[in-house]
């Protein structure tokens, strides 16, 4: 049968309003129902569970005035306790101020509520370097505040707060904005930033990548690599120097029940990378950057690499501000598949678009098989669904990107700008596009639809038409 190609000027001409298109074919049938699946990757995701036995950190010499450095008391507790066969580092009420803390296999590091890690503001404590992932390319960078590689069975938990302590004046500045602490001829990440890309492009070994002091490559406030039976429950995470909770590379990933509260330039609030099997839900996020996105590299390293994230579960989420409420990009170049979302409520004038892809013609990869249902939105100030292929260098690479495959059910929303704005390339056109018993309200532009294929629509109201 021949394809429909929608384009611009004719979803323009429906003057914001959808009709029923005469591609419903294109809508599954209830025998092919996508979400059929997410029960089966919901069975494979189960949070680690530790042995009955408590290290706590007050006992090995930590003290919770919030003035005492308790990194060594912290470390002996996570030793003896993973050397003991596992179990839970726990905290008393107060203030543990730290430098990095690192988690050893079948360790769960509580902190409960009453309780807080505040992390140093010396930027040299986070030495010796270590394997990192900035940005989706792999290097030798600063340690995360709390950092794992290789492990399995790790967990952050309990209802206190993870303070990475940064703010205009430390850390957030090495972004370079003048609208927190930076001025003309202060350092600033740009060298390092692109000399970490270039190392990528060429290939570098990994080992040879060595940034950290004098480069200015933030690093993130949780970050897992290659680790599996994953869990961070129930916390307070703020003040990030840059992403909040950045698992790579790992594999049986829980995030349940956090509140993210953080401001600063790059503030993602949960970026699985990488990763395979990963559960993210009732949690709120109110960030400086994107609440959840979803990445697996960048560029050619990105696809040196190889590894998608397959398998992502996303429910009863709230976002607030963000630059994205649920993304997936721009770092995306090992590819994403197979994403449930549903259930999840966003609103605030200073969230720039809920559904959000990004992807350029650098970045090359594929994003297939993305699933959203039953989600509410307030009011936003740019789209509600943005695909765009344009994003940074836009068609300047020699790389397509692949959109297909996206399935949209069930979407409302009050305030935005747009409801749809999608821009694919001409020679790699978004496909396979389909919505579905959804009501866009108080949009005040006309939608964006520029290469979009297979653009299939059902029961879809823009401002009530």
Same mark, same amino acid.
């Given at each position: 049968?021949?394809?429909?190609?929608? &384009?611009?000027?004719?979803?323009?001409?429906?003057?914001?309003?959808?009709?029923?298109?005469?591609?419903?074919?294109?809508?599954?049938?209830?025998?092919?129902?996508?979400?059929?699946?997410?029960?089966?990757?919901?069975?494979?995701?189960?949070?680690?569970?530790?042995?009955?036995?408590?290290?706590?950190?007050?006992?090995?010499?930590?003290?919770?005035?919030?003035?005492?450095?308790?990194?060594?008391?912290?470390?002996?507790?996570?030793?003896?306790?993973?050397?003991?066969?596992?179990?839970?580092?726990?905290? @008393?009420?107060?203030?543990?101020?730290?430098?990095?803390?690192?988690?050893?296999?079948?360790?769960?590091?509580?902190? @409960?509520?009453?309780?807080?890690?505040?992390?140093?503001?010396?930027? =040299?404590?986070?030495?010796?370097?270590?394997?990192?992932?900035?940005?989706?390319?792999?290097?030798?960078?600063?340690?995360?505040?709390?950092?794992?590689?290789?492990?399995?069975?790790?967990?952050?938990?309990?209802?206190?707060?993870?303070?990475?302590?940064?703010?205009?004046?430390?850390?957030?500045?090495?972004?370079?904005?003048?609208?927190?602490?930076?001025?003309?001829?202060?350092?600033?990440?740009?060298?390092?930033?692109?000399?970490?890309?270039?190392?990528?492009?060429?290939?570098?070994?990994?080992?040879?990548?060595?940034?950290?002091?004098?480069?200015?490559?933030?690093?993130?406030?949780?970050?897992?690599?290659?680790?599996?039976? #994953?869990?961070?429950?129930?916390?307070?995470?703020?003040?990030?120097?840059?992403?909040?909770?950045?698992?790579?590379?790992?594999?049986?990933?829980?995030?349940?029940?956090? &509140?993210?509260?953080?401001?600063?330039?790059? /503030?993602?609030?949960?970026?699985?990378?990488?990763?395979?099997?990963?559960?993210?839900?009732?949690?709120?996020?109110?960030? $400086?950057?994107?609440?959840?996105?979803?990445?697996?590299?960048?560029?050619?390293?990105?696809?040196?690499?190889?590894?998608?994230?397959? &398998?992502? #579960?996303?429910?009863?989420?709230?976002?607030?501000? $963000?630059?994205?409420?649920?993304? %997936?990009? =721009?770092?995306?170049?090992?590819?994403?598949?197979?994403?449930?979302?549903?259930?999840?409520?966003?609103?605030?004038?200073?969230?720039?678009?809920?559904?959000?892809?990004?992807?350029?013609?650098?970045? $090359?990869? #594929? %994003?297939?098989?993305?699933?959203?249902?039953?989600?509410?939105?307030?009011?936003?100030?740019?789209?509600?669904?943005?695909?765009?292929?344009?994003?940074?260098?836009?068609?300047? $690479?020699?790389?397509?990107?692949?959109?297909?495959?996206?399935?949209?059910?069930?979407?409302?929303?009050?305030?935005?700008?747009?409801?749809?704005?999608?821009?694919?390339?001409?020679?790699? @056109?978004?496909?396979?596009?389909?919505?579905?018993?959804?009501?866009?309200?108080?949009?005040?532009? =006309? /939608?964006?639809?520029?290469?979009?294929?297979?653009?299939?629509?059902?029961?879809?109201?823009? /401002?009530?038409?």
């Amino acid at each position: 049968m021949t394809q429909h190609r929608w &384009n611009r000027r004719e979803i323009l001409g429906l003057g914001g309003a959808f009709a029923a298109t005469p591609h419903l074919s294109k809508l599954r049938a209830a025998d092919e129902d996508p979400w059929d699946e997410m029960p089966r990757i919901l069975q494979r995701i189960r949070a680690p569970r530790f042995p009955d036995r408590r290290f706590d950190a007050a006992r090995y010499g930590a003290s919770g005035d919030g003035k005492i450095d308790c990194s060594a008391a912290i470390a002996k507790a996570i030793a003896e306790c993973s050397a003991a066969g596992g179990g839970s580092v726990t905290f @008393p009420q107060g203030v543990f101020f730290t430098g990095p803390i690192h988690l050893k296999s079948n360790v769960n590091l509580n902190v @409960p509520a009453g309780a807080t890690l505040k992390f140093t503001e010396e930027t =040299s404590r986070y030495l010796p370097l270590v394997y990192a992932r900035w940005e989706g390319v792999e290097c030798m960078n600063y340690s995360a505040c709390i950092y794992a590689d290789n492990a399995e069975n790790i967990a952050v938990t309990g209802g206190g707060i993870i303070d990475g302590n940064s703010d205009c004046g430390h850390w957030w500045p090495w972004k370079g904005r003048t609208n927190c602490g930076w001025r003309q001829g202060m350092v600033n990440q740009d060298r390092g930033r692109n000399l970490l890309f270039d190392l990528g492009a060429r290939d570098v070994p990994v080992a040879e990548r060595r940034l950290g002091e004098g480069y200015y490559l933030r690093p993130s406030l949780i970050q897992f690599c290659h680790s599996r039976n #994953v869990l961070i429950d129930g916390l307070t995470l703020k003040n990030s120097p840059m992403f909040e909770i950045n698992p790579v590379l790992c594999s049986n990933v829980t995030v349940r029940g956090v &509140n993210i509260d953080s401001h600063g330039p790059n /503030n993602d609030g949960c970026d699985p990378d990488s990763c395979t099997d990963v559960l993210i839900e009732n949690c709120t996020f109110d960030t $400086g950057d994107d609440c959840i996105a979803i990445k697996s590299g960048r560029n050619r390293d990105g696809r040196r690499v190889a590894a998608p994230t397959q &398998n992502v #579960v996303i429910r009863n989420c709230q976002m607030k501000d $963000g630059h994205g409420g649920l993304a %997936i990009g =721009s770092e995306m170049s090992g590819g994403v598949r197979n994403v449930f979302v549903e259930n999840c409520r966003l609103s605030s004038p200073n969230l720039n678009q809920a559904l959000r892809f990004k992807t350029n013609a650098m970045r $090359g990869g #594929v %994003i297939e098989r993305v699933f959203f249902r039953n989600i509410e939105i307030g009011e936003l100030s740019g789209a509600v669904l943005q695909i765009d292929f344009t994003y940074e260098e836009g068609e300047k $690479g020699p790389e397509r990107p692949v959109v297909r495959d996206i399935d949209i059910r069930n979407v409302t929303s009050r305030k935005s700008a747009y409801a749809l704005e999608l821009r694919g390339f001409a020679s790699s @056109p978004i496909r396979g596009l389909r919505l579905r018993d959804c009501s866009f309200g108080g949009v005040a532009q =006309s /939608n964006i639809v520029e290469h979009v294929e297979e653009l299939a629509m059902a029961n879809v109201k823009v /401002n009530g038409r």
